[in-house]
């Protein structure tokens, strides 16, 4: 589902924030990424939404290069993926069940079946009761379920989360949490950036550990269960010294 | 398809809802652009008009022989056959002066003074039709007939009407110019309306673009609010040159009917309406696209 193989990030000025960075992420999988802050892990998810272009190397998303991706095509890969940005990115001049119907305006859904899919994805973040106040009435939690509820009402079958439960206290961060468990439930391939280093192993997730750029390793725990017994042997491909360079 | 026309649909609605929130400062800007179009269309109109009066007054180049007043029958006749005869000649036509007097009445309104003459003014003449109409030909052709007997005078009717179809031309370049400078006026208007349009909903383009918006998504409205805007002020400026004739005509019919006559600004036909309307709507799309574009390209270089 998402490739990288040797991919590097490197800033004008120098700065390399990413270093030789190989892993395979396959379908279904829910995968964290933990770090310091500036360890990478927001590069690496704008990498995977071609927010950024990689320096060298490559990063397949559902079969697509990214690095040699055009423009035009650059839409139509990111309506397959779900956002969710740690400044949740809300429009503050539309009510909560606009800012989720945009999604869905931009495909050229038919209004009716938009509107009732808004309402499912508000519904699934328990924010349906809030559909008309505007974003900026809803607390920070709130604010970060309507990003989740826009990420997820186009149904997209990549959900990426860039410090989800950033500012959040801990039963915030739980509603969360469960949240995106249930979408992986149902299949959805999941990367959740975080710098909470316990967060993967809590949900019995793999996670891949940056440092500085560079990939440490990614730790598989022993209570992954999952349907998907591909993953192993995925995981077994890249071992730790993967992050050499 | 059914697709493709909801969005069109939608993004002109949302267009329409943009320009009812801020009437006052959409209704300065439709005004100016009205203002910006107005000049040269009204340039246009007063030209067509000038232009039309022109060919009522002269059709082709003529030649006109006057003769002798009180110039015998067989005199008339001999006139006539010179005339055939010469190779530049086309076709005569025999004006008696009852008829010219009828026709002088006629068309100049002066029907009053000619009615108190007591004896007709005017002499007997040919109208002469060359076969070629150029300067040189009618020149020639004038001097050679001003010499004939019983030839009282020869008039080239062509002469003002060549200074006037070069004062036109004169006319009609500056119309050019004219419509050129303000249509770029035009343009800078909506590029600019549009670009303040852009910065404030600069997160909306931004976050359209992450969740997967095209970029003709993201110019869609604007483009259509382009259109709108240049269409409005089109209109605007039809309304503007409509009344101003409205109120010109009423000055000129006074001032016609003091010489019996009926002299009245025309204004412009439906299609040159519409062509200008047409061509403004056309102006602000190009203002907004350019705007736009602009915009989007300034993004993704980045």
Request: charged share 20%.
């Amino acid at each position: 589902m998402i490739s990288f193989n040797q991919v590097c990030k490197r800033y004008p000025g120098g700065y390399e924030a990413l270093k030789n960075i190989s892993f395979d992420i396959t379908e279904g999988e829910m995968v964290f990424v933990t770090g310091h802050s500036g360890a990478g892990k927001s590069t690496l998810l704008n990498l995977i939404a071609a927010i950024e272009r990689p320096t060298s190397g490559s990063v397949i998303v559902k079969g697509q290069n990214i690095s040699t991706l055009k423009g035009g095509a650059l839409p139509y890969l990111r309506r397959n993926l779900g956002l969710v940005f740690q400044d949740h990115k809300l429009l503050f001049d539309r009510s909560v069940f606009d800012n989720v119907m945009l999604p869905l305006d931009i495909c050229g859904f038919d209004h009716r079946e938009s509107a009732s899919r808004a309402r499912a994805a508000l519904d699934k973040v328990g924010l349906l009761p809030r559909e008309k106040t505007t974003p900026i009435a809803l607390s920070g939690g709130e604010q970060q379920r309507l990003c989740i509820a826009r990420a997820i009402v186009n149904r997209p079958s990549i959900l990426l989360a860039d410090e989800p439960t950033g500012n959040l206290d801990a039963e915030y961060a739980n509603d969360i949490m469960d949240i995106f468990k249930s979408f992986h439930q149902v299949g959805v391939t999941l990367l959740i950036a975080t710098h909470e280093t316990g967060a993967g192993a809590l949900l019995g997730a793999r996670t891949l550990i940056l440092k500085q750029g560079e990939l440490q390793s990614t730790d598989e725990t022993t209570s992954h269960s999952t349907k998907l017994s591909n993953i192993d042997s995925q995981v077994a491909a890249y071992p730790a010294g993967s992050g050499q360079t | 398809m059914m697709n493709w026309l909801t969005q069109h649909l939608r993004a002109l609605l949302f267009s329409l809802r943009r320009l009812l929130a801020t009437p006052v400062a959409n209704l300065l800007n439709v005004l100016v652009i009205g203002l910006a179009l107005s000049l040269p269309m009204g340039l246009y109109v007063l030209l067509q008009n000038v232009q039309s009066l022109a060919d009522r007054a002269v059709g082709t180049p003529q030649l006109s022989v006057f003769m002798n007043m009180g110039v015998g029958k067989d005199d008339i006749a001999r006139i006539g056959r010179q005339l055939k005869q010469s190779e530049a000649v086309d076709h005569i036509e025999f004006v008696p002066r009852e008829q010219a007097l009828e026709q002088l009445k006629r068309s100049t309104g002066l029907a009053d003074v000619i009615g108190g003459l007591t004896q007709n003014p005017l002499p007997d003449a040919y109208v002469v039709y060359p076969k070629r109409t150029d300067a040189q030909t009618l020149e020639t052709l004038r001097d050679e007939v001003r010499k004939w007997q019983k030839v009282e005078h020869v008039q080239l009717d062509a002469a003002w009407a060549h200074k006037l179809e070069s004062l036109l031309k004169f006319g009609r370049a500056a119309l050019l110019i004219l419509a050129v400078l303000l249509s770029i006026a035009l343009v800078a208007v909506t590029f600019n309306t549009i670009r303040l349009q852009i910065l404030t909903r600069r997160d909306e383009i931004e976050i359209s673009r992450l969740i997967g918006a095209t970029n003709g998504f993201i110019r869609r409205p604007f483009l259509y609010f382009g259109l709108l805007q240049g269409l409005l002020g089109g209109i605007a400026a039809w309304l503007i040159i409509s009344l101003s004739l409205h109120l010109l005509n009423v000055g000129l019919i006074e001032l016609a009917q003091l010489y019996a006559s009926n002299l009245a600004l025309f204004a412009p036909s439906a299609g040159d309406g519409l062509a200008l309307l047409l061509f403004s709507a056309c102006l602000g799309w190009l203002g907004a696209w350019l705007s736009v574009v602009q915009h989007l390209w300034r993004i993704e270089s980045k």
